[in-house]
């Protein structure tokens, strides 16, 4: 009995960790943990949304792989960004007094963190890339 224990809470603490590690998988637990009030509706992020048109341009246009690797790597950078704004609330969480409205703004960079990945994958397909390794 005492390794199945041992190997549960090593598999228990591997996924904690993992998930801590990431700054999406970690806003979405602080989301699950402290569940907002107001839910946020799935929508096209008002700063991506000048982006998300572009991108149908290109997807549609004959010939436009050059463009979209290059606006794939675009989107690259603005996800580290994005990244980067999800780390940063992660560590503003215990100071804050407005929880609430963290929580709101926390909903907001979640779903446009999504949003983002939604469009890389558009493209990957569009390309029929399985791996975006390639394209760096």
Do not use: C
Not at 10 to 28: G, M, V
């Amino acid at each position: 009995p005492e390794p199945e224990y041992a190997l549960r809470w090593n598999t228990a603490i591997n996924r904690a960790y993992k998930s801590l590690r990431d700054p999406l998988e970690r806003a979405q637990l602080l989301l699950e943990r402290y569940p907002s009030q107001k839910e946020l509706k799935n929508q096209v992020p008002l700063d991506l949304a000048e982006t998300y048109f572009e991108l149908q341009e290109l997807l549609v246009e004959p010939e436009g792989d050059r463009k979209l690797i290059q606006f794939y790597k675009t989107l690259g950078d603005l996800v580290e960004k994005s990244e980067k704004e999800l780390d940063q609330l992660g560590a503003v969480w215990e100071k804050t007094k407005a929880k609430e409205q963290f929580l709101l703004h926390l909903q907001e960079q979640i779903g446009k963190q999504k949003y983002l990945y939604s469009m890389l994958t558009d493209i990957e397909r569009t390309l029929g890339k399985k791996s975006n390794d390639s394209w760096n």
